[in-house]
């Protein structure tokens, strides 16, 4: 973002409750969603209000204000810091519409083997060759007890 | 802390596609010890929300009104991720 974009969307303003940074967010580039997303990890840090830019328009208006004491320098390092994390959350939700098939297939598939694995004929082990009563460890029918190495 | 006292009520215009009434709701449930609430309803699907800031606490109106629409925006936003 160039620095005259920054400031198109970032600017410090005042009003009764004390100074705040308005950032604009243009709809066609960042999701609602993805907006929902980072307001709502802002608003451990600062105090956050969310409007529409004009009654009429899908754009929004994001206002940041300090818990704190108000300074200007923090409140446009936090409305960068705000962008930033937008454009982050934005990343993502493309990535998971993206993906979102996969994601299901594996999902599908994880269920599936699972519905196999509940058949108990899919659950027994193969106990064979455990030894019946009539069996003893000393018959070594399978010649455990054998040397290795020496000559047979 | 800041301290702000304002003695008026404070003003916002919401927007319901954003701040479902629920939220608003909710939010005025949590707040009802500290403040009183005017909402008239406005086109477009907005509303106008006074908020009035009881005697008792109004040297903390700033923290009081801020923490409300945070609350307010922590709901809707649970709200609209929820649906969506």
Redesign the interface.
């Known amino acids: 973002m160039t620095s005259s974009l920054f400031s198109e969307a970032v600017k410090i303003t005042t009003d009764?409750?004390?100074q705040y940074v308005s950032i604009c967010i243009d709809t066609t580039v960042y999701g609602?969603?993805a907006v929902?997303?980072t307001?709502?990890w802002f608003?451990d840090q600062y105090?956050?209000?969310?409007?529409?830019a004009e009654?009429?328009s899908n754009d929004?208006r994001v206002e940041l204000?300090l818990k704190?004491?108000?300074d200007s320098d923090i409140l446009e390092q936090a409305g960068g810091e705000f962008l930033n994390r937008l454009l982050d959350q934005q990343v993502r939700q493309d990535v998971l519409i993206e993906t979102a098939n996969i994601r299901d297939y594996l999902v599908k598939k994880a269920f599936f083997e699972g519905t196999m694995h509940s058949d108990p004929d899919h659950l027994l082990s193969d106990e064979s060759h455990i030894s019946t009563a009539d069996q003893s460890a000393s018959d070594d029918p399978l010649k455990i007890g054998r040397e290795t190495g020496a000559p047979s | 802390m800041i301290e702000v006292r304002v003695e008026q009520p404070i003003e916002r215009i919401i927007d319901h596609s954003i701040y479902p009434r629920q939220a608003l709701a909710d939010a005025r449930q949590a707040y009802k010890e500290y403040c009183i609430f005017k909402v008239s309803p406005m086109s477009h699907g907005r509303a106008a929300i006074q908020i009035q800031v009881k005697p008792a606490q109004v040297a903390d109106t700033r923290q009081i009104v801020l923490e409300f629409f945070n609350y307010a925006l922590d709901r809707a936003v649970q709200i609209q991720l929820s649906k969506s």
């Open positions: 009764p409750l004390g609602r969603v929902f997303k307001v709502y608003t105090y956050v209000l969310l409007q529409k009654p009429e929004l204000r704190s004491e108000a």
